[in-house]
């Protein structure tokens, strides 16, 4: 008993000095190409050592990986040169022998065996990679620092891995609120820890200049600074000066560190349009000749860099030459968006620009402008990367279209030659709402939820093989009007930046959102241990429906796993004594359903919410006479009729025509008494959404012989805010089995839009019938 006693004491003050960590499954996040799983374990502890061959960066990587392991185990793992001939027993290998050179510049391989790991990789680029899935596969306490002894045990494991796009990156714009640089190093390292590698830095704005040129100071001390701010969506200023910039030996500084992390960092500075704080600093740039001062409200200017002043090239491509000689990336941003041609149109200079030039209007001016540019960079070893507007005009075979409005620009680009960067606004947009607007921090639209995020494939298809190879990767933006701190900027970034970063790594088919789910949820503890301000929005619960016996199923799923989601159908939120959700449910009436996830009889997240109308209609098949777009499907076929009303995003209730008619018919199944329909229809010329000029319902016994109802007519192109109207009729109680539903659209937008006789959109939701 003695000596029993004694060794469990032992025991005891071993496993109390020396902690034992298991990491589990996998749990990576990008899901790796190949995951092979073993059933064994590896430990690293005292006497196991790191051997490199010593090319491709394996020592610069292997040092990180001793690093990491002394600070958060206190082990000091010895690094020896590799040997094939030498024992490999309890070792960690880092080497390009044998390495897969079909995984490309940045793929990997690990194999982890009971008796060691082997790393390899063709090179420093795929090796870091591996190292990343190494450390995920190593428990969260590796993101934390340790004043005891710990081993660590890994899984055995074979891993082959490569990114499906090369261009995976992040944005962040400090014109208009300015970040330390201590965070955009932690917002690099995020990236880096989920194998992104490009860092699109958006250092200009009407708000602000936030980087440092030499030949024209007053970039900075005139520039930088802003009067005041925007108060939330209000048209007031807080009248609280703004000021800051980054000097060029701080953005050298975030550069290096970044190259470090095996990332690109790109540089964006924006012209002609979101200029106001340089022609403030230096008016003779513009068309009017001033004065500006630095705006302290959101939004577009009319005021732009003027395309006829000679003066302003010069300009331009002095700015750029200092911007060259920090950021060495192959592209450089040029912005390109949102310019408006009020001053052009108007201005002599540009006047006399576009007769001498031979071009046909302001929009062949913006391009003449982008071209000029472009040479001047091609001049100097660049690539001119822009935003979608590039494209007007014309643009060169080079150029890089970043496509934000929507895929079209991207589908235009890839069909002109050109390769194309997808971030548009309905899937990458980091700055929307991530849930309920109710519930969350001010943002600017949405929502645009963790699942949404997730659900997106970069390559529209419509596009060929040959033309789907321009689609080189996907980007997520953070706009900063509405996010001030570096807190709130974690907060809309993350999860949805891990999110976004498997869809641009991981190959389509290893994609699947409930996998998604359940390995996110690994991840939170080693964000907490690196003190990551992550939104809980990532706990939200999508309400949705499906049909089952031409009835709407209410479907309710988690954002993340593990949790109880309990709900309400009464219009009170859900508590630890609301019903339990357990299967698809069916509504009697319309509702509105409250629901929310719960943890230890605690809410864990936010109450979401959605209004699901439930009428004759409802369920009932819908056969699709005019298609739809792909871009804005709904929930597909069956939109119409599955209960769920359309919200203030497009990609959600909503189903949407580009410069086609709708027409569709519902069969009621049986002869069935009713006295209205009505179908809302939303517009907002802004996005280029109009109201149908006319909607015409019909009703029908037999399918073939149909009764038309008064029409509704619109102003389908007035200029207006978004609004939402419906079309419907009201008549005496009739016997129907089929409805069709005919709405004519205006086919291209008007004569007064900025971009009149571009496709105009029409968009549709939901078939309500009584």
Same mark, same amino acid.
């Given at each position: 008993m003695k000596l029993q006693a004694r060794l469990f004491l032992f025991a005891f003050i071993l496993i109390s000095s020396i902690r034992s960590i298991f990491a589990g499954s996998i749990h990576v996040i990008p899901i790796p190409m190949q995951v092979t799983e073993g059933k064994g374990v590896f430990n690293i502890n005292s006497s196991t050592i790191i051997l490199i061959d010593e090319t491709n960066g394996t020592k610069e990587i292997s040092d990180l990986f001793a690093e990491k392991i002394r600070l958060s185990s206190r082990l000091n793992l010895e690094t020896r040169s590799y040997n094939a001939a030498f024992p490999k027993n309890n070792s960690i290998i880092f080497t390009t022998l044998g390495a897969d050179v079909s995984l490309g510049k940045e793929g990997y391989t690990i194999d982890i065996s009971e008796t060691n790991i082997n790393v390899s990789a063709v090179s420093a680029n795929g090796f870091f990679y591996g190292l990343q899935t190494l450390f995920q596969l190593l428990p969260p306490d590796i993101e934390k620092q340790s004043v005891v002894v710990k081993t660590f045990t890994l899984p055995t494991v074979t891993i082959k891995d490569k990114p499906r796009f090369a261009y995976r990156g992040m944005h962040l714009d400090v014109g208009r609120h300015l970040f330390p640089v201590e965070f955009i190093k932690k917002y690099i390292d995020l990236m880096a820890m989920y194998k992104m590698n490009t860092f699109h830095w958006h250092l200009t704005d009407d708000q602000g200049w936030r980087i440092e040129i030499k030949k024209y100071p007053e970039l900075t001390r005139i520039g930088s600074i802003r009067k005041g701010t925007q108060i939330g969506k209000t048209s007031e200023s807080d009248s609280i000066p703004y000021s800051g910039f980054y000097t060029q030996d701080q953005a050298r500084e975030i550069v290096a560190?970044?190259?470090?992390? +095996?990332?690109?960092?790109?540089? =964006?500075? =924006?012209?002609?349009?979101?200029?106001?704080?340089?022609?403030?600093?230096?008016?003779?740039?513009?068309?009017?000749?001033?004065?500006?001062?630095?705006?302290?409200?959101?939004?577009?200017?009319?005021?732009?860099?003027?395309?006829?002043?000679?003066?302003?090239?010069?300009?331009?491509?002095?700015? &750029?030459?200092?911007?060259?000689?920090?950021?060495?990336?192959?592209?450089?941003?040029?912005?390109?968006?949102?310019?408006?041609?009020?001053?052009?149109?108007?201005?002599?200079?540009? $006047?006399?620009?576009?007769?001498?030039? @031979?071009?046909? !209007?302001?929009?062949?001016?913006?391009?003449?402008?982008? *071209?000029?540019?472009?040479?001047?960079?091609?001049?100097?070893?660049?690539?001119?990367?822009?935003?979608?507007?590039?494209?007007? @005009? @014309?643009?060169?075979?080079d150029a890089t279209v970043m496509a934000w409005r929507g895929i079209q620009a991207a589908i235009d680009a890839a069909a002109e030659g050109h390769d194309a960067i997808m971030t548009p606004v309905d899937y990458c947009y980091f700055d929307y709402y991530q849930g309920d607007q109710a519930t969350k921090h001010e943002a600017v639209g949405g929502p645009l939820t963790l699942k949404t995020v997730y659900s997106y494939n970069p390559v529209p298809p419509v596009l060929t093989d040959e033309q789907a190879v321009h689609i080189i990767g996907v980007q997520g933006n953070v706009w900063t009007e509405y996010i001030k701190t570096p807190d709130y900027a974690e907060y809309m970034a993350f999860p949805r930046a891990i999110a976004l970063a498997e869809v641009a790594w991981s190959q389509q088919y290893r994609r699947n959102w409930d996998d998604f789910r359940a390995r996110l949820d *690994?991840?939170?503890?080693? &964000?907490?241990?690196?003190?990551?301000?992550?939104? $809980?929005?990532?706990? !939200?619960?999508?309400?949705?429906? $499906?049909?089952?016996? /031409?009835?709407?199923?209410?479907?309710?799923?988690?954002?993340?796993?593990?949790?109880?989601?309990?709900?309400?159908?009464?219009?009170?939120?859900?508590?630890?004594?609301?019903?339990?959700?357990?299967?698809?449910?069916?509504?009697?009436?319309?509702?509105?359903?409250?629901?929310?996830?719960?943890?230890?009889?605690?809410?864990?997240?936010?109450?979401? $919410?959605?209004?699901? !109308?439930? /009428?004759?209609?409802?369920?009932?098949?819908?056969?699709?006479?005019?298609?739809?777009?792909?871009?804005?499907?709904?929930?597909? !076929?069956?939109?119409?009729?599955?209960?769920?009303? @359309?919200?203030?995003?497009?990609?959600?209730?909503?189903?949407?025509?580009?410069?086609?008619?709708?027409?569709? %018919?519902?069969?009621?199944?049986?002869?069935?008494?009713?006295?209205?329909?009505?179908?809302?229809?939303?517009?907002?010329?802004?996005?280029?959404?109009? +109201?149908? %000029?006319?909607?015409?319902?019909?009703?029908?016994?037999?399918?073939?012989?149909?009764?038309?109802?008064?029409?509704?007519?619109?102003?389908?192109?007035?200029?207006?805010?978004?609004?939402? *109207?419906?079309?419907?009729?009201?008549?005496?109680?009739?016997?129907?089995?089929?409805?069709?539903?005919?709405?004519?659209?205006?086919?291209? &937008?008007? =004569?007064?839009?900025?971009?009149?006789?571009?496709?105009?959109?029409?968009?549709?939701?939901?078939?309500?019938?009584?």
């Open positions: 560190y970044a190259a470090s992390k +095996y990332i690109t960092v790109i540089p =964006e500075i =924006e012209m002609p349009g979101h200029s106001i704080a340089a022609l403030t600093a230096y008016p003779r740039l513009s068309c009017t000749g001033g004065p500006f001062e630095v705006r302290t409200k959101w939004g577009v200017a009319d005021d732009i860099l003027c395309a006829g002043n000679d003066s302003v090239f010069t300009f331009v491509q002095d700015v &750029l030459s200092e911007i060259l000689d920090i950021f060495p990336s192959a592209y450089i941003h040029i912005g390109g968006d949102e310019a408006p041609k009020v001053r052009w149109e108007v201005c002599p200079k540009c $006047q006399a620009r576009i007769k001498s030039e @031979g071009l046909k !209007n302001e929009a062949e001016l913006q391009s003449y402008f982008i *071209k000029r540019i472009e040479k001047f960079l091609v001049s100097k070893n660049r690539r001119l990367i822009g935003w979608d507007e590039i494209l007007e @005009g @014309g643009l060169s075979p *690994k991840q939170y503890p080693r &964000l907490d241990n690196l003190g990551v301000k992550y939104s $809980q929005g990532s706990f !939200n619960v999508d309400i949705s429906t $499906q049909r089952d016996k /031409n009835l709407n199923l209410a479907v309710l799923s988690g954002e993340s796993s593990g949790m109880e989601i309990r709900y309400t159908i009464d219009g009170s939120d859900p508590s630890i004594n609301s019903t339990l959700y357990s299967k698809p449910f069916n509504l009697s009436r319309s509702a509105p359903v409250k629901a929310a996830l719960f943890s230890k009889d605690k809410i864990a997240g936010d109450v979401c $919410q959605s209004d699901i !109308n439930v /009428n004759k209609a409802s369920g009932k098949p819908v056969t699709i006479i005019k298609p739809y777009s792909f871009k804005y499907p709904g929930t597909g !076929n069956q939109t119409m009729t599955d209960g769920l009303m @359309g919200t203030s995003s497009y990609k959600s209730g909503w189903q949407g025509y580009e410069g086609t008619d709708i027409e569709f %018919t519902v069969d009621l199944l049986q002869p069935t008494k009713i006295s209205s329909m009505k179908l809302n229809f939303v517009k907002s010329p802004s996005d280029w959404v109009l +109201y149908p %000029t006319e909607v015409v319902f019909s009703i029908s016994l037999d399918g073939k012989t149909w009764k038309n109802l008064e029409s509704t007519k619109f102003e389908a192109s007035s200029p207006s805010l978004k609004e939402i *109207k419906p079309a419907g009729n009201t008549f005496r109680e009739t016997v129907v089995r089929y409805i069709k539903v005919s709405a004519i659209s205006p086919r291209s &937008l008007p =004569e007064w839009h900025e971009y009149k006789g571009e496709p105009c959109w029409i968009f549709c939701d939901e078939l309500v019938v009584e």
